[in-house]
């Protein structure tokens, strides 16, 4: 389980976590996204928080508040999976660990190309992970 060690009071510390939370928690995010690319329903369980939060940055423009709660509403608004699990393919190509988070540049493949051709559509997420779990994942425009 991680933790964050936190430095209270002394000056240049602001409550960062320590260099071995960030591997941790990088482990998890990659462990997700592998779990992802696999259509592994266990494995993604086993690092995904059951009440995980995803942050849309198109709020205003959405017909609902910009987040959804719940693994089931992620996958389908987030990474855009049909109830019976068919979707988009994820390919996570880079992982950047920085301050409480990590980075996530890939590609969703197969999504509404014209006419049935393929198409890719690139993604970047910010992953949080706490208790070894992916908490929240707030998506950016690409």
């Known amino acids: ?19 071995g939370e960030i591997t941790e ?15 592994d329903e266990q494995a993604l ?14 709020v205003t423009r959405l017909p609902f508040d ?11 608004d987030a990474f855009r999976r049909a109830a019976d699990g068919g979707g988009p393919r994820i ?3 880079t992982f950047l660990e920085f301050g409480d988070g990590v980075l996530v540049v890939g590609r969703l493949l197969g999504c509404s190309g014209m ?8 993604f970047l997420h910010e992953c949080f992970v ?11 425009p690409v």
């Open 115 to 122: 006419e049935g051709e393929p198409a890719e559509e690139p």
């Open 66 to 76: 910009g987040a959804r709660h719940g693994l089931p509403a992620v996958l389908r």
């Open 130 to 140: 706490r208790g070894g779990k992916v908490i929240r994942i707030r998506e950016y």
């Open 25 to 39: 928690d990088a482990a998890v995010v990659r462990s997700m996204y592998g779990a992802l690319e696999e259509d």
């Open 45 to 58: 369980a086993s690092c995904v928080d059951p009440r995980v939060e995803w942050i849309h940055p198109m």
């Open 91 to 93: 390919s996570a190509e």
């Open 1 to 19: 389980m991680s933790k964050i060690r936190r430095h209270e009071g002394r000056p240049g510390y602001g409550g960062s976590p320590a260099a």
